[in-house]
């Protein structure tokens, strides 16, 4: 036993000698890009413990990696929040985008800051700055140091939202006894499902601190209305096909535009120039590689439906030249969205110039234009970067497909495929065939579509168990 502690502690000892030698070896990098940038200089400052002056009284420290873990800690928060008040929270994230949208999205935080590098000194100062009375870490994110200092300082760590991914399954087993060591300071771990509590407690944690309660994903905040109802699957309006007629003063928003005002909607419709009888096939998060397939793909396509809308929504937006690029080689007629005409004279000789790809280049905007969409493709998936979320499509009732590389929502995915709520393809071929089969059978996409939504609404309530876990903490912090 003694034996085992020494090793873990050499372990210990080992990774921080070999991370001050790499930030020893960066450090002139670190001081180029200091000078040059103002804002990397800034946020540098606080990745290395030196954080600003906080007026909080042992507040929650929740920290959520990027944008997707921000986003899926929305309700969580919120709900501390609403019953217990007086808690104060400081929120840190890995990412600059992370950080932008937990700024945006949670005014419930008293204080949003970026993660320090998970070195001893960094770790220590921003302990000591933040002095937290908890720490939440959503998902899956296991820095030792961090854990470390926290354990040993007394302060409840809890895991929420937690998942493994095959991937880091196996990454974590080969060093279990010290990741095990890691675990051991952790007072709850929060798993998505049942297979990822089992993979935790492989790795070493106790079996009687771990629980399946949902992934809080399901429960993400979406539009304020209540999805309208999709039309019976024989008859109806096509709910997948905007149809916005002309008005006076602007673009009417049609009745089947589910979970967003009409005005949203309308403003929405207007800002990308639809008129009534466009086809919007909504390509989600793409990554480099998956552009060439669907643009081939969707030159095909354009042929059964010579009105059909490519709208192209890079993960990364640093990567909209290198998308354009492209589309150049492709002979595409594209623009980016910021690009588009303010107010549009969509006369019949200027339709034929209307490009046949937008490609977006804002942030933000991509969940609620899924609402306007005919089909949703999912990316991250035709090519081995595991794919997206594929939940917020299904708020919209939408016909949704994805690849076969889906594994960072392996569960999510496999279990929305068997409820027939999305449609995994096997690669290029599978995937210009079911797009083919939906945009020529309204009643496949709307089948498909529903189901998705109430896949939704099943899973739904992951955010209650949670916070029923953790009032426990909550109720013996604030005293």
Not at 53 to 71: Q, R
Not at 263 to 283: F, N, P, V
Not at 432 to 450: C, Q
């Amino acid at each position: 036993m003694a034996f085992r502690g020494n090793v873990v502690l050499m372990i210990y000892l080992l990774y921080n000698i070999l991370f001050t030698f790499f930030l020893i070896l960066a450090a002139p990098y670190f001081l180029f890009r200091a000078l040059i940038d103002g804002r990397f200089r800034r946020e540098w400052v606080q990745r290395m413990g030196f954080l600003p002056t906080l007026s909080l009284k042992k507040p929650i420290w929740v920290h959520a990696a990027s944008v997707g873990e921000v986003f899926c800690s929305i309700p969580l928060i919120k709900r501390i929040k609403k019953n217990f008040p007086q808690s104060e929270i400081v929120l840190t994230t890995m990412t600059r985008t992370g950080h932008e949208t937990a700024r945006a999205q949670i005014p419930e935080a008293n204080a949003v800051l970026l993660f320090p590098i998970d070195h001893p000194l960094s770790i220590r100062r921003t302990i000591a700055k933040i002095q937290p009375s908890l720490l939440l870490i959503a998902e899956t994110e296991l820095w030792p140091n961090l854990l470390r200092s926290c354990g040993k300082k007394g302060i409840p760590i809890i895991l929420f939202n937690g998942r493994i991914s095959e991937k880091s399954f196996r990454r974590y087993l080969l060093f279990k006894f010290f990741f095990q060591d890691c675990l051991k300071y952790i007072s709850l771990f929060l798993m998505q499902t049942e297979e990822d509590r089992n993979r935790m407690i492989e790795i070493g944690a106790s079996i009687d601190k771990t629980r399946v309660v949902g992934n809080l994903k399901f429960d993400q905040p979406f539009p304020s209305i209540t999805p309208l109802e999709t039309p019976a699957i024989n008859g109806g309006d096509d709910i997948n096909k905007t149809s916005i007629p002309h008005r006076k003063g602007g673009v009417k928003a049609p009745s089947f535009l589910t979970g967003l005002t009409q005005e949203a909607s309308a403003e929405m419709a207007k800002s990308l120039h639809l008129r009534g009888k466009e086809t919007l096939l909504i390509a989600g998060s793409t990554h480099s590689g998956e552009e060439e397939i669907l643009l081939s793909l969707f030159k095909d396509l354009r042929e059964m439906d010579p009105h059909l809308i490519l709208v192209l929504a890079p993960r990364h937006l640093e990567r909209l030249e290198e998308i354009e690029r492209v589309l150049k080689k492709e002979s595409m007629a594209w623009t980016r969205k910021t690009l588009l005409p303010m107010d549009p004279d969509r006369s019949t000789g200027e339709e034929k110039k209307f490009p046949q790809v937008i490609l977006l280049d804002t942030m933000g905007e991509l969940m609620n234009l899924y609402s306007l969409g005919t089909l949703v493709f999912i990316g991250g998936t035709l090519v081995p970067v595991g794919g997206h979320n594929p939940i917020e499509p299904l708020f919209f009732k939408k016909c949704v497909l994805f690849g076969p590389h889906m594994f960072h929502f392996l569960e999510i995915s496999r279990q929305l495929a068997e409820a027939g709520g999305a449609i995994q393809v096997e690669g290029k071929e599978d995937l210009s065939f079911h797009l083919k089969r939906l945009l020529s059978d309204e009643r496949a996409r709307k089948e498909v579509g529903e189901k998705g939504y109430q896949f939704l609404q099943k899973h739904r309530g992951a955010t209650e168990r949670m916070f029923e876990e953790i009032r426990p903490y909550l109720r013996e912090i604030t005293g």
